[in-house]
Nanobody
Framework: EVQLVESGGGLVQAGGSLRLSCAAS????????IGWWRQAPGKEREGVSCISNSDGSTYYADSVKGRFTISSDNVKNTVYLQMNSLTPEDTAVYSC???????????????????WGQGTQVTVSS
């Protein structure tokens, strides 16, 4: 059974940092792309960052470039999202998602992702 379990969310002041974790199980970790998506109240879900575990390539939304860093631990089967310089606009439920990278793919196509975690709340106060 495929499982993606997020952790690390919480309440932080503007300018602060959080590190989210996505623990994966039930699939061959090295063959998958794992992404972080977020959804704020009243807004559509948007892609934040993703990493291809097969070649290590990473992608970031323009809104988080230079502030967020995605990384992957292939021993622990866990993907991390280090979030620095947080602003209230980063407040959202953050979910990790995954798909097998067996074809040409676009990181921001939500339909690519077959598996989704439950999400973790990130709240940034001003």
């Amino acid at each position: 059974e495929v499982q993606l379990v997020e952790s690390g969310g919480g309440l932080v002041q503007a300018g602060g940092s959080l590190r989210l974790s996505c623990a994966a199980s039930g699939f061959t970790f090295d063959d998958y792309v794992i992404g972080w998506w977020r959804q704020a109240p009243g807004k559509e879900r948007e892609g934040v960052s993703c990493i291809s575990n097969s070649d290590g390539s990473t992608y970031y939304a323009d809104s988080v470039k230079g502030r967020f860093t995605i990384s992957s631990d292939n021993v622990k089967n866990t993907v991390y999202l280090q979030m620095n310089s947080l602003t209230p606009e980063d407040t959202a439920v953050y979910s990790c998602a995954a798909f097998e990278a067996s074809h040409s793919w676009w990181p921001w196509d939500r339909n690519e992702y077959n598996y989704w975690g439950q999400g973790t709340q990130v709240t940034v106060s001003s």
